[in-house]
């Protein structure tokens, strides 16, 4: 069983219209709500492609009820622990004539002492029978800011990697944990190292503890640095879509390589051409898979040797985004 976390999860709302008008008033046809958040999207990917996996996380309010309704319309096994406080929706409005998204995250709800001791028992419990581990987003208020690091510790004294998507000082108190693999954003990277190069910027991580890092970098696809080497993933050409959710199934494939020990460039291949799909489909935590068939051997994965450049495109429609 592969577990993710969601320690601030959402209900995640999404309009399509063919252009907004700014200023203006927006006709929506058919929104779209379901049950979301990194580690959900996550789940939902590993499910599709045939893995056992279980979500948990921190859920509350009517908002909470209906994300845990979704989970079981969808089949997956949910896990959540019940809070006082409500979870929290995100907006996700997709603009057809231009191909891109734009996303409102709301803050989430504050989570008690109790609350919080509650969750880290049935994560010791559930870690027994996780193969891996993954630990996705923000943290809502009330946990302690060193969240995922004992989050990973607790997994690390189980013997199950853990795999890590977040940023800045979340991120940085995980480090020295030892996580199996730290999946940021070329912008989230930024923000935990500073403006440094992306592979500067992976090899910082992986000096405080990470053992392996990549690192999305929107068009160019993904710069990975792991204990085999420095690797680049390149899709065949940019999609147009949805892109929320993308970095959610890189993270999938990621995962899913490293519970089957592929070597990296497969995982990445995998993981560049999941990602692409998923943005050619409607809703985060989906992915076309007519889509993804067709582009999995035309991703293009080489190894970044020292002094090699290894600078992404200008953002423009990121098909990997986390």
Same mark, same amino acid.
């Given at each position: 069983?592969?577990?993710?976390?969601?320690?601030?999860?959402?209900?995640?709302?999404?309009?399509?219209?063919?252009?907004?008008?700014?200023?203006?008033?927006?006709?929506?046809?058919?929104?779209?709500?379901?049950?979301? %958040?990194?580690?959900?999207?996550?789940?939902?990917?590993?499910?599709?492609? %045939?893995?056992?996996?279980?979500? /948990?996380?921190?859920?509350?309010?009517?908002? %909470?009820?209906?994300?845990?309704?979704?989970?079981?319309?969808?089949?997956?096994?949910?896990?959540?622990?019940?809070?006082?406080?409500? /979870?929290?929706?995100?907006?996700?409005?997709?603009?057809?004539?231009?191909?891109?998204?734009?996303?409102?995250?709301?803050?989430?709800?504050?989570?008690?002492?109790?609350?919080?001791?509650?969750?880290? $028992?049935?994560?010791?419990?559930?870690?027994?029978?996780?193969?891996?581990?993954?630990? $996705?987003?923000?943290?809502?208020?009330?946990?302690?800011?060193?969240?995922?690091?004992?989050?990973?510790?607790? $997994?690390?004294? $189980?013997?199950?990697?853990?795999?890590?998507?977040?940023?800045?000082?979340?991120?940085?108190?995980?480090?020295?944990?030892?996580?199996?693999?730290?999946?940021?954003?070329?912008?989230?990277?930024?923000?935990?190292?500073?403006?440094?190069?992306?592979?500067?910027?992976?090899?910082?991580?992986?000096?405080?503890?990470?053992?392996?890092?990549?690192?999305?970098?929107?068009?160019?696809?993904?710069?990975?640095? /792991?204990?085999?080497?420095?690797?680049?993933?390149?899709?065949?050409?940019?999609?147009?879509?949805?892109?929320?959710?993308?970095?959610?199934?890189?993270?999938?494939?990621?995962?899913?390589?490293?519970?089957?020990?592929?070597?990296?460039?497969?995982?990445?291949?995998?993981?560049?051409?999941?990602?692409?799909?998923?943005?050619?489909?409607?809703?985060?935590?989906?992915?076309?898979?007519?889509?993804?068939?067709?582009?999995?051997?035309?991703?293009?994965?080489?190894?970044?040797?020292?002094?090699?450049?290894?600078?992404?495109?200008?953002?423009?429609?990121?098909?990997?985004?986390?």
């Amino acid at each position: 069983m592969i577990l993710t976390v969601t320690l601030n999860a959402a209900v995640d709302v999404t309009y399509r219209l063919d252009r907004v008008a700014r200023h203006g008033s927006n006709r929506v046809t058919a929104p779209a709500e379901r049950a979301g %958040g990194k580690g959900v999207n996550v789940a939902r990917v590993l499910a599709a492609l %045939g893995h056992d996996t279980a979500v /948990t996380g921190l859920a509350g309010g009517a908002t %909470g009820e209906a994300l845990r309704a979704d989970l079981a319309t969808a089949g997956l096994r949910d896990e959540f622990v019940p809070i006082d406080g409500t /979870t929290r929706r995100t907006v996700t409005v997709v603009e057809e004539e231009l191909g891109d998204a734009t996303v409102y995250l709301e803050p989430g709800p504050t989570v008690s002492g109790a609350e919080w001791s509650h969750f880290t $028992a049935r994560y010791r419990r559930l870690l027994r029978s996780a193969r891996a581990v993954v630990l $996705a987003g923000s943290l809502p208020a009330g946990v302690p800011p060193d969240a995922y690091g004992r989050l990973v510790a607790l $997994a690390a004294q $189980a013997g199950v990697p853990a795999v890590l998507d977040a940023e800045g000082a979340a991120l940085r108190a995980a480090l020295a944990a030892g996580p199996a693999l730290v999946k940021p954003n070329q912008a989230e990277l930024a923000a935990t190292t500073g403006p440094v190069d992306p592979l500067t910027g992976a090899r910082r991580l992986r000096a405080a503890g990470a053992r392996a890092v990549v690192v999305s970098l929107g068009p160019g696809g993904l710069l990975a640095s /792991t204990p085999d080497g420095d690797w680049r993933a390149r899709p065949p050409e940019p999609v147009r879509g949805n892109p929320t959710g993308a970095g959610d199934s890189a993270v999938a494939a990621l995962t899913a390589g490293l519970v089957a020990g592929t070597p990296w460039p497969v995982r990445l291949a995998e993981a560049v051409a999941l990602s692409a799909a998923t943005v050619l489909a409607p809703l985060a935590g989906s992915f076309d898979p007519v889509e993804h068939r067709q582009l999995l051997p035309r991703v293009r994965v080489r190894p970044v040797y020292p002094g090699s450049p290894a600078r992404p495109a200008a953002p423009q429609g990121d098909p990997c985004p986390s």
